[in-house]
T-cell receptor
């Protein structure tokens, strides 16, 4: 089967750091994406990893280990506006369709 | 606004009726994808087009569903004889294959079947 697993919900305090883990087992691998989705809105792109290692982009970083089928998204200096669902998605082939996890709801508290 | 647009944003219909949604991708994006998202879940792939050619359909796309992209620009997704299980957010995304790996999502059409 094909699975993309991530925690359902995480809570953190404003200004803190949160790490969202994603493990995947898919028929193929051609890249891993992280998207942010606020309630009732479209997913917006955060990061893309295709090679092992860390990609840093401002307050957001994403890590990939292809041998372990593992990725994480690191959110630093949390702000209230970061409260949203974070979706891990794998591109199994070069055609571009994405297989998404169920999303991790991050709740940022004052 | 040069992003992906979808119309309508909300649709309420009675079971058994047909509905059609429209997606206008970002200009010159040659790939167009349709996804379905239910509450608390991530988007599920339905189908995609390369220009006007429909290249893949998910097993989720029963024979009541049909999608077209007649001129390689906008796309329509039709659901015939709607069922309550069709209630979901239908998302469209587009991508320019050569220059970008990122899919840009539209705001979605929320379908409620009563």
């Amino acid at each position: 089967g094909q699975n993309i697993d991530q925690p359902t919900e995480m809570t953190a305090t404003e200004g803190a750091i949160v790490q969202i883990n994603c493990t995947y087992q898919t028929s193929g691998f051609n890249g891993l994406f992280w998207y942010q989705q606020h309630a009732g809105e479209a997913p917006t792109f955060l990061s893309y990893n295709v090679l092992d290692g860390l990609e840093e982009k401002g307050r957001f970083s994403s890590f990939l280990s292809r041998s372990k089928g593992y990725s994480y998204l690191l959110l630093k200096e949390l702000q209230m506006k970061d409260s949203a669902s974070y979706l891990c998605a794998v591109k199994p082939d070069s055609w571009g369709k994405l297989q998404f996890g169920a999303g991790t709801q991050v709740v940022v508290t004052p | 606004d040069t992003g992906v647009s979808q119309d309508p944003r909300h649709k309420i219909t009675k079971r058994g009726q047909n509905v059609t949604f429209r997606c206008d991708p970002i200009s010159e994006h040659n790939r167009l994808y349709w996804y379905r998202q239910t509450l608390g879940q991530g988007p599920e792939f339905l189908t995609y087009f390369q220009n006007e050619a429909q290249l893949e359909k998910s097993r989720l796309l029963s024979d009541r569903f049909s999608a077209e992209r007649p001129k390689g620009s906008f796309s329509t997704l039709e659901i015939q004889r709607t069922e309550q299980g069709d209630s979901a957010m239908y998302l469209c995304a587009s991508r320019q294959v050569i220059s970008s790996y990122e899919q840009y999502f539209g705001p979605g059409t929320r379908l409620t079947v009563t």
